[in-house]
C-alpha cells in the first residue's frame, strides 16, 4: 500500500497548551496524489480555543486534493538543494532518497514561527503488534542530572516507559525514563491517549534510543526512540478527534 496517512496538531498556546489534531493528510506519493481534511479535533479546538482555519484551508468542511504536496507541508521538508540535507536526515535516521512525507512522519514538521506539529498515524499489525517513532519530548524540563544522563544514552539502549498520572502540564503523560530511574523526557502528547490504551491492554511493550544527535543538531531532535507494543480490542486514532469531517 502506497497511501501514508499524517495528522496535523495545533497547540493553543494562549490558554490551556492543549495540543489537537486538526487536520489530516492523505498522500500517495509514487502517484502524485495528496488529500486534506479537517478532522473533528478541529471543531473542538475552535470551539475550545478559537482555533483559526489554515490560509491554505479556509473551509473546514471541504475536501482538498492535489497532484503536488501541499505548500503548508512542503514547506516542512528540507529542500533538496541544501547542502546540509544529508547531515539532516542522518539526525531523522533516514536514508538520503526519503521522500517528504517520510521526513515529516518523523520531523514533526515543526517550525518556530506557528504551532503545528505532524505526526503519522500509528498502524496496527495484524497481530495487534504495533511500533512508532519519534523525538523525545521535554527534555530540556528535567533536573541537571537527568539532562547530563541523556548526554550519556546510546544507539539501542533499552528505556523504560511508565504512565504519569499527575504531570503538572498535561494530568497524564507518558514518560520515559533510564534503566538507572532517569526521568529523561516524555512521549508527544498527541501519541499519549493510544499508548495508554497500549500499556493497559498489553504488558508486551517497550522502548529504546535509535540514536542521539548532538550539537548543533536541533534541540528538538535531540534523541529519537522507537516504542514497540500491542493493542487487543483498541483501534488507534479512531475517535472522533481523528475523524474527518468530510467522507
Not at 65 to 91: H, K, M, Q, W
Request: glycine share 6%.
Amino acid at each position: 500500500m502506497s497511501e501514508k496517512t499524517l495528522f496535523l496538531a495545533w497547540q493553543d498556546k494562549e490558554r490551556s497548551r492543549r495540543w489537537f489534531p486538526v487536520g489530516r493528510l492523505d498522500a500517495d506519493v509514487e502517484h502524485s496524489r495528496y488529500r486534506f481534511r479537517y478532522t473533528g479535533g478541529a471543531e473542538e479546538a475552535k470551539e475550545e480555543a478559537g482555533f483559526p482555519p489554515l490560509w491554505d484551508f479556509p473551509h473546514l468542511k471541504e475536501d482538498y486534493r492535489s497532484s503536488e504536496l501541499f505548500p503548508l507541508f512542503r514547506n516542512r521538508v528540507i529542500a533538496p538543494g541544501r547542502p546540509d540535507r544529508t547531515d539532516y536526515l542522518c539526525n531523522l535516521g533516514l536514508p538520503a532518497n526519503a521522500d517528504p512525507v517520510e521526513i515529516l512522519s518523523v520531523n514533526g514538521g515543526r517550525r518556530v514561527t506557528d504551532t503545528y506539529e505532524v505526526f503519522p498515524k500509528l498502524l496496527k499489525h495484524e497481530d495487534g503488534s504495533f511500533k512508532c517513532r519519534f523525538f523525545l519530548h521535554g527534555w530540556r524540563h528535567v533536573n541537571l542530572s537527568a539532562q547530563e544522563r541523556i548526554g550519556r544514552l546510546i544507539e539501542d539502549e533499552k528505556l523504560y516507559v511508565t504512565l504519569e498520572l499527575t504531570n503538572p502540564a498535561t494530568g497524564l503523560a507518558v514518560q520515559i525514563q533510564t534503566a538507572d530511574y532517569h526521568v529523561v523526557g516524555w512521549a508527544p502528547r498527541y501519541l499519549v491517549a493510544d499508548l495508554v490504551k497500549a500499556m493497559a491492554e498489553s504488558p508486551k511493550y517497550s522502548a529504546h534510543v535509535v540514536q542521539v544527535n548532538p550539537q548543533p543538531a536541533p534541540s528538538k531532535q535531540r534523541v529519537l526512540i522507537e516504542m514497540h507494543g500491542r493493542w487487543n480490542e483498541h483501534e488507534p486514532m479512531t475517535g472522533e478527534d481523528f475523524k474527518p469531517l468530510v467522507d
